[in-house]
């Protein structure tokens, strides 16, 4: 029992990132039409947001202290960052364990500008090109930003570890139960998810309740009679894009105290959202999000010890099985509508 | 044109063919008659440094090339010599190999079999190398390895850890050395059993491929040997990012260790993760919760930073290793570069000199005549104290290291990685030598060395 | 000739001498240049490749470039290909034939299977299909299969290995009734070498069937009916066919053209991975394919062509072969030019692989072949036979290719 409430946590956890990944890709898909190939790369920017903010506070100045030695015999330099000379060195200290939540201020900004500059300089030319145009010229895209940020930050896995606060685990088993260490779980982990659960209601309510929302929401469904009403709906869909750069965006700077970023994690979690996307059939919001927690904790369950010893092997394919029978048994995915990419 | 000499004991015939005005082709095959693959016939000679240089391992394939380049500059009498001063055969003097100016290409392996034999076909067929040095993953390394056997080049393998490189796998054209996942387990285990006792259950969680399967393998045997027990081997898949389904189950299934066989990236991740599932600290079974890591490297290190604080491992070398060698290749390398080198490039490093060393006693290039001058050659003055290479297996023996992680000692955000590790013990090399046709390294068969051509 | 129209058999012949004539085009430069040390790409190994390769985008193109259907699971056949061609090698003897037939013939069974489950659904839907099926396959070969893949170590020969047919004396490595594939002859004259290997020239030869095979059948009946099927599937329903036999057959012809490239690769080196399965290794294939031009005949081979080249030559150049190549300008202007090149070469090849899709989609929507066709024309309004061929070729793709 206390096995498989473990694997729905992780399910949910895994699920999180995947919905919320699978999420932008389908705002993106459902009001512009276009297939984000780069949407992995939009994940990783988020995450390396979080460690640019980390580099960002611990900017500094370079001082020289001849009582000791570096590895070479010359006097060490140590580094010293300016943020300890202006608040004082604890202080700083705490502001940079904290550097992963307050990059949420970094990351909504970079990633609205990003999105921005991602669908006015590129996406806008491909909305009447083929959807194989658009996969192409977004995957050269991924590569591109990907290599970038290889060329900047190193190819290295960088930790960026959680708050002193919510680095720790918590014994979830003993509120529930069970005897202790039966159930110990990563704060951050719970922080993640609730985190995801938030962006992902606030998504929803945005669409839901704001005239802008409702205008996408139509767009998404008709977009040449919205368009006939004098709306234009190309200004909306740009923010569009921002915003669902933003949610990967978020998406990954929260992720980097769970796994240390590294430059090619975009490419990891794009096959996977792409095939939560289907399976939750393309265009739908909720079956995207359904479908990212589905995914998620299938997987958490078919890596149980118990589950491996009746089949082996069956952690590494159980997303990709799940989404062959569903796709056999639902031909448009979980919650997908007729005639959407079948063509 | 320089003649090439004959090999030392004249086992084959060589002989540059030299036609006036008349190029040799760079790639020979049976028409040929210098007796060898890519026998050097001007005033260079080549080598192949085939590292991953995109991909997970990439940073780690670029400390190596730093590494050979520096080797290189080394033996071209360019630098401060390095390790040239301390070796103790004498026979390289800065005038490159043989007279020849000693010349490097480079290719990137991308930690991937295909990949990696693409870039070494390349650098035999196109660019003439003669050896092929470097890598950082045992399945390229044995692929690789293969390659070379067939087509008469020497291979010096670079970073690889699994038994199977000089066990199964073994090849005649082919050296390691770096140590193996024996070896590791062989000199962790007097040092877990000093520190942890001799009642332990441990759990495994083991990268699915050769490497994983050997390094657990061998800590398994070593462990169990002493008293331990292990209750669980879990295979995970390589490059996973998330471990958590995996880690999850570890703290409420009565083991009281967790060996992590993860290498690189993984294994950032994985001690990561284990750390925020609150292992270490716990109190299982009376007694504290351990994680042990087999296998360290400056990089991950580094990347895993803090999480390693008390966490044993082993390592092939150190540059906080005391000896003049050491001493003089960290200098020499730190000068260059700024930080220390790690010790894949020094395992990098040293097998350029070695080759250029073996080259040199041999008096020829030919592949055969290589293997011979380095098959039970003995050595020091290269870190590590007296080194062997056997001749049955072309493994290397020699001192291994203990590690255990630390708080940084110098504060110095440049050194996390490189002086969060500290030497816990030097484990002599008599305590982790293994008979050739030990169970774990069977299998396998060196074959005939063969010069191609 | 040879039943095929004018345009076509010009295209063919061309096709063929550029193949032939390979190892001589693609050494321009003298061995020694630093030129030739950084440009040249007609060694066998690479030459073998761009062989391979082009066998394994032409019979890719069959599928997508008639029918629309995108798959994106293509590696799994050359993957299923390899093992059997090895197990071949490992079972009987280094001799390719029975190796590549049997690769072949397996990976049309394997084709048959994931063609007829993922042919039910269509779009992206098909394409997600092939993609699983591909990443299970890459995923159990690389673990649970691994007594029959050799895991990530990579299926190799032992000396241990059964081996019944092979005879003695015969060559301990890939050969064809005894002739080695890494037997070769070598041309040199002047500062040029040139290589001539039997692998390459067996791979050629593939190649040139392949392509024959595959001009036979964009312009037979059964390629009218598979386009006709790409530009309205729900007309052809009406008129009373039923499309999916005829799709397929693509499909399977697919991937044995895969199998064929598979087998070939572990003829000319005797060893495979699970990682020529994983998804990376179709989404290339998918890239050559749409590089090169996608529903042209000869965009295939031009695609695959490209990809290899940047992969093999332009990943080997560092800041050495920079530095040596640039040796004669000034020393600040070198080492500013090494500066700029730097990132785009090396370690940074896939920068400048990226950089290339992007600006090929983006400016060429008809792949490099496109690009070829608008340069022909800008330079030589009376173009010549093989344009016109390939002209023809490219107006068969409909404007609206397929998702």
Known sequence: MDAIILQILNGLDKGSAYALIALGLTLIFGTLGVVNFAHGALFMIGAFCAVTMQRLLTLSHTVIDPSQTDFLGNPLQTKVPYLASIIGADGAQALIAWAVPLSIILVIPVMLFVGWAIERGLIKHFYKRPHADQILVTFGLAIVLQEIIRAVYGANPIQSPAPPMFSGSIDLGQYLGFQANAIVYPIWRLVYFGFSTLIIGAVFAFLQFTTFGMVVRAGMADRETVGMLGIDIDKRFTLMFGLAAAVAGLAGAMYAPIVSPNYHMGMDFLVLSFVVVVVGGMGSLPGAVFAGFLLGILQGFASMNEVKAILPGIDQIVIYLVAIIILLTRPRGLMGRVGVMED | MKKANFSRRGVLKTGAVAGAGLMLPTYLRAESHTGFTNAPTGDTVTFGFNVPQTGPDAEEGLDELRAQELAVQHLNGEGDGGMLSTFSQKNLDGTGILGKKVNFVTGDTQTKSDVARAAAQSMIQKDGCIMINGGSSSGVAVAVQGLCQEAGVIFMAGLTHSNDTTGKDRKANGFRHFFNAYMSAAALAPVLEKAYGTDRQAYHLTADYTWGWTQQESMAAATEAMGWTTTQNVLTPVGAGDFSSYIAPVLNSGADILVLNHYGGDMVNSLTQAVQFGLKGKQINGKDFQIIVPLYSELMAKGAGSNIEGVYGSMNWNWQLQDDATKAFVKSFGEKYGFPPSNAAHTCYVQTLLYADAVTRAGSFNPCAVVEALEDFEFDGMGNGPTTYRGSDHQCFKDVLVMEGTASASGNANMVGYDTLKIVEQTPRAQVEYPEDHPMFAGGALGDCNPGA | ?403
């Open chain 3, 1 to 403: 000739m040879l039943g095929l129209t004018k345009k076509d058999f010009s295209l063919f012949i061309l096709v063929v001498a550029l193949t032939l004539l390979a190892p001589i085009i693609l050494n321009p430069f003298p061995v020694n240049s630093s030129l030739g040390q950084t440009f040249n790409a007609g060694y066998p190994a690479l030459l073998q490749r761009f062989a391979i390769f082009g066998i394994l985008v032409v019979g890719f193109n069959i599928l997508f470039g008639l029918t629309g259907y995108l798959s994106f699971g293509h590696a799994a056949f050359l993957g299923v290909g390899s093992y059997a061609a090895v197990w071949m090698f490992k079972l009987l003897s280094f001799n390719i034939i029975p190796a590549i037939v049997l690769s072949v013939v397996v990976a049309g069974l394997f084709s048959v299977v994931i063609g007829y489950v993922s042919l039910r659904r269509s779009g992206i839907y098909f394409s997600i299909l092939t993609l699983a099926f591909a990443q299970m396959s890459y995923a159990l070969a690389y673990s649970v299969l691994t007594p029959l893949t050799n895991g990530e170590t990579g299926l190799q020969v032992y000396p241990s290995d059964p081996q019944v047919l092979a005879s003695v004396g015969a060559p301990s490595a890939p050969h064809i009734f005894g002739l080695p594939m890494a037997q070769s002859a070598t041309w040199s004259g002047g500062g040029w070498v040139f290589t001539f290997e039997v692998g390459y020239y067996l791979c050629a030869l593939m190649l040139i069937l392949a392509f024959y095979l595959s001009i036979r059948i964009f312009r037979s009946p059964f390629g009218m009916m598979l386009r006709a099927i790409k530009s309205n599937q729900t007309r052809m329903n009406y008129t009373g066919l039923n499309a999916k036999p005829y799709m397929l057959r693509a499909f399977i012809i697919s991937g044995m053209y895969a199998g064929l490239a598979g087998g070939l690769l572990a003829a000319m080196d005797p060893l495979t991975g699970a990682e020529r399965m994983y998804w990376t290794a179709s989404g290339e294939i998918v890239v050559m394919a749409i590089l090169g031009g996608v529903g042209t005949l000869i965009g295939p081979v031009v695609g695959s062509g490209v990809i290899k080249y940047l992969e093999n030559i332009v990943s080997k150049i560092n800041d050495n072969v920079l530095h040596s190549a640039l040796r004669a300008l000034p020393d600040g202007l070198e080492n500013f030019l090494v500066n700029i090149i730097h990132p785009f070469v090396g370690e940074g090849w896939h920068l400048t692989l990226g950089l290339l899709f992007m600006v090929v989609v983006i400016f060429l929507p008809g792949g490099l072949v496109q690009g070829g066709q608008k340069l022909g024309a800008m330079f030589n309004r009376q173009s010549g036979n093989t344009t016109a061929a390939e002209r023809d070729a490219a107006r068969q793709t409909p404007s609206k290719p397929a998702e």
